[in-house]
Nanobody
Framework: QVQLVESGGDLVQAGGSLRLSCAGS????????MGWYRQAPGKQRELVAS????????NYADSVKGRFTISRDNAKNTVYLQMNALKPEDTAVYYC?????????????WGQGTQVTVSS
């Protein structure tokens, strides 16, 4: 069982930066593909960025390309999301996700979320 705890969310002005962290416990995150999702009020949860186990494959939503950077430190069992040039439309609860497929079974874990608010 994997437990994920996000931190780093805050209130920031437009143009500012934040770094979110997702700390894992209960299992090594190194065997999981990791993702950051966000959900704004009244909207569906959307994928912001994802990174595979060794960091060799990274994907970003078009809306954050060039501004956000996902990374992982498997030694620290932590995944990060560096967010620069923040915009009011980035305001949302940000969730960390760990996913793994083994023997046709999906193992899927979520953190509790961290609030990011960007003021204009």
């Amino acid at each position: 069982q994997v437990q994920l705890v996000e931190s780093g969310g805050d209130l920031v002005q437009a143009g500012g930066s934040l770094r979110l962290s997702c700390a894992g416990s209960g299992a090594a995150l190194s065997i999981y593909d990791m993702g950051w999702y966000r959900q704004a009020p009244g909207k569906q949860r959307e994928l912001v960025a994802s990174i595979n186990t060794d960091g060799g494959r990274i994907n970003y939503a078009d809306s954050v390309k060039g501004r956000f950077t996902i990374s992982r430190d498997n030694a620290k069992n932590t995944v990060y999301l560096q967010m620069n040039a923040l915009k009011p439309e980035d305001t949302a609860v940000y969730y960390c996700n760990a996913v793994r497929y083994r023997f046709s079974r999906k193992y899927d874990y979520w953190g509790q979320g961290t609030q990011v608010t960007v003021s204009s």
